[in-house]
């Protein structure tokens, strides 16, 4: 929705989107938001200032000139900087955690996006062909990211990232997050690829076509143009570049698949349908797992070890994932946006169709629900590694261990069935 590095300290495993609003709206009908992404925002109280913001402002100031920035860049970047109330609204709201996955992949996967993201790897051959051989990550795959996260560049959020950015650090959820990232946004500014009235982004500091928080920016960020400066901004082959770099750097393997939809079999083990068992494509071949389309897994294409997803439970489509996918998970630790890239970037090729219906009667738990159902799981000794409304993990063992003891499906799946039931008891 965020940002581009967001999977630095989040479980690679969420099994559904944190997602976070770029705030960018089209006009109905005419043009395409971008889809929202992963938010780095704890969710916590809010914190409560204790000095005033020109207090911190000071404080903060000695820690960037220690830091390496000059007073006068400083200075400069912080003219006129007012906390930004609309940053501390969004950081403190949580509706996209009641997105279903499916609502989610039905805006991600519009047929606009799709034609649009066709236009453009055709007119954008020559670059795509050299980013290809650059960085061996697919043409589809990069232009899929670019697609979700700013609609092809439309879209890349209106906010000043070193106001967003300082609010979050003085009055935010997650102070340091806001600190380390404010430091690597002026060494940004510093180094003269971007103006501070230009770095423009999201609520959450996450900038340009493709959405790179600061310090993914200093890392990964390049100049494919050929101009000496870094712009994620306003050159998309730099965007793209970034991108692929990124991509390729997480993990990338150029001569494997991400994966595909899958059938398995009405007796499989749904404990093992989880990011943290990785099996030899032989092993879920042999317990009946088969691809939805018919057929074998192609050897070639496949890697040693992958592993199973239910994104919306047993009742919805199972894929099976590769290395690649995870190294979309490194961009946004979210697998329902992993899932968004991947599919959109068959879709491009006219693949990607699902086969299996999801299970659209399911609510999703809203995170009053989703913090209940934590607490009864702890009550009932099954240890969900604390309480706080983000199913990771730890949460969704902890479901595993208790539908296994009750006899249920073990997929690991939060729903209004498993907390009525738990409340029952």
Same mark, same amino acid.
Not at 49 to 61: A, H, L, M, N, Y
Not at 155 to 184: C, D, K
Not at 293 to 317: Q, T, V
């Given at each position: 929705?965020?940002?581009? %590095?967001?999977?630095?300290?989040?479980?690679?495993?969420?099994?559904?989107?944190? $997602?976070?609003?770029?705030?960018?709206?089209?006009?109905?009908?005419? &043009?395409?938001? +971008?889809?929202? $992404?992963?938010?780095?925002?704890?969710?916590?109280?809010?914190?409560? +200032?204790?000095?005033?913001? !020109?207090?911190?402002?000071?404080?903060?100031?000695?820690?960037?000139?220690?830091?390496?920035?000059?007073?006068?860049?400083?200075?400069?970047?912080?003219? #006129?900087?007012?906390?930004?109330?609309?940053?501390?609204?969004?950081?403190?709201?949580?509706?996209?955690?009641?997105?279903?996955?499916?609502?989610?992949?039905?805006?991600?996967?519009?047929?606009?996006?799709?034609?649009? #993201?066709?236009?453009?790897?055709?007119?954008?051959?020559?670059?795509?062909?050299?980013?290809?051989?650059?960085?061996?990550?697919?043409?589809?795959?990069?232009?899929?990211?670019?697609?979700?996260?700013?609609?092809?560049?439309?879209?890349?959020?209106?906010?000043?990232?070193?106001?967003?950015?300082?609010?979050?650090?003085?009055?935010?959820? &997650? /102070? =340091?997050?806001?600190?380390? !990232?404010?430091?690597?946004?002026?060494?940004?500014?510093?180094? %003269?690829?971007?103006?501070?009235?230009?770095?423009?982004?999201?609520?959450?500091?996450?900038?340009?076509?493709?959405?790179?928080?600061?310090?993914?920016?200093?890392?990964?960020? *390049?100049?494919?143009? #050929?101009?000496?400066? &870094?712009?994620?901004?306003?050159?998309?082959?730099?965007?793209?570049?970034?991108?692929?770099?990124?991509?390729?750097?997480?993990?990338?393997?150029?001569?494997? *698949?991400?994966?595909? =939809?899958?059938?398995?079999?009405?007796?499989?083990?749904?404990?093992?349908?989880?990011?943290?068992?990785?099996? /030899?494509?032989?092993?879920?071949?042999?317990?009946?797992?088969? +691809?939805?389309? #018919?057929?074998?897994?192609?050897?070639? =294409?496949? /890697?040693?070890?992958?592993?199973?997803? $239910?994104?919306?439970?047993?009742?919805?489509?199972?894929?099976?994932?590769?290395?690649?996918?995870?190294?979309?998970?490194?961009?946004?630790?979210?697998?329902?946006?992993?899932?968004?890239?991947?599919?959109?970037?068959?879709?491009?090729?006219?693949?990607?169709?699902?086969?299996?219906?999801? +299970?659209?009667?399911?609510?999703?738990?809203?995170?009053?629900?989703?913090?209940?159902?934590?607490? $009864?799981?702890?009550?009932?000794?099954?240890?969900?590694? %604390?309480?706080?409304?983000?199913?990771?993990?730890?949460?969704?063992?902890?479901? &595993?261990?208790?539908?296994?003891?009750?006899?249920?499906?073990?997929?690991?799946?939060?729903?209004?069935?498993?907390?009525?039931?738990?409340?029952? !008891?």
């Amino acid at each position: 929705m965020e940002v581009k %590095g967001l999977a630095m300290g989040l479980q690679l495993g969420a099994s559904l989107s944190v $997602l976070l609003l770029l705030g960018a709206c089209a006009d109905a009908g005419a &043009r395409e938001t +971008p889809v929202p $992404l992963s938010s780095p925002i704890a969710m916590a109280d809010a914190n409560k +200032p204790t000095i005033s913001f !020109q207090e911190w402002v000071k404080g903060f100031r000695v820690e960037a000139l220690k830091a390496g920035i000059s007073a006068d860049v400083f200075d400069r970047a912080f003219r #006129g900087v007012t906390p930004d109330p609309e940053v501390v609204a969004a950081d403190q709201s949580q509706p996209e955690f009641t997105k279903a996955v499916w609502e989610y992949l039905g805006s991600a996967l519009s047929d606009k996006r799709v034609a649009t #993201g066709k236009q453009l790897i055709a007119e954008r051959k020559a670059l795509l062909d050299r980013i290809e051989q650059t960085y061996g990550v697919p043409r589809e795959t990069v232009v899929a990211i670019w697609g979700l996260e700013s609609g092809y560049g439309q879209f890349q959020g209106s906010m000043n990232v070193v106001r967003s950015l300082a609010t979050i650090a003085y009055e935010g959820r &997650r /102070p =340091e997050f806001g600190r380390s !990232q404010l430091i690597a946004a002026l060494k940004i500014i510093q180094a %003269g690829d971007i103006a501070p009235d230009a770095m423009l982004g999201s609520w959450a500091g996450a900038m340009g076509q493709t959405q790179f928080i600061p310090t993914t920016y200093q890392i990964h960020a *390049v100049d494919f143009d #050929g101009d000496k400066r &870094r712009d994620i901004w306003n050159s998309v082959p730099d965007a793209l570049g970034s991108t692929a770099q990124y991509i390729s750097h997480s993990g990338w393997k150029s001569d494997e *698949v991400w994966g595909g =939809e899958v059938r398995l079999p009405k007796d499989f083990d749904y404990a093992q349908a989880d990011m943290s068992v990785k099996q /030899p494509i032989s092993y879920w071949a042999a317990k009946g797992v088969v +691809p939805a389309a #018919g057929g074998k897994f192609p050897a070639r =294409e496949y /890697p040693l070890e992958a592993s199973i997803l $239910l994104p919306a439970g047993y009742r919805g489509p199972a894929f099976i994932v590769t290395e690649n996918f995870r190294a979309v998970l490194a961009y946004n630790a979210s697998t329902s946006y992993a899932l968004a890239v991947c599919l959109l970037s068959d879709r491009f090729n006219d693949r990607g169709t699902l086969m299996a219906d999801w +299970p659209l009667s399911e609510r999703p738990l809203a995170r009053a629900e989703r913090v209940e159902l934590q607490r $009864l799981l702890t009550e009932a000794g099954f240890d969900t590694g %604390g309480i706080d409304g983000i199913i990771g993990y730890n949460s969704r063992k902890a479901i &595993r261990a208790y539908q296994v003891k009750h006899k249920l499906p073990a997929d690991g799946y939060p729903t209004a069935s498993l907390l009525a039931r738990l409340q029952s !008891q």
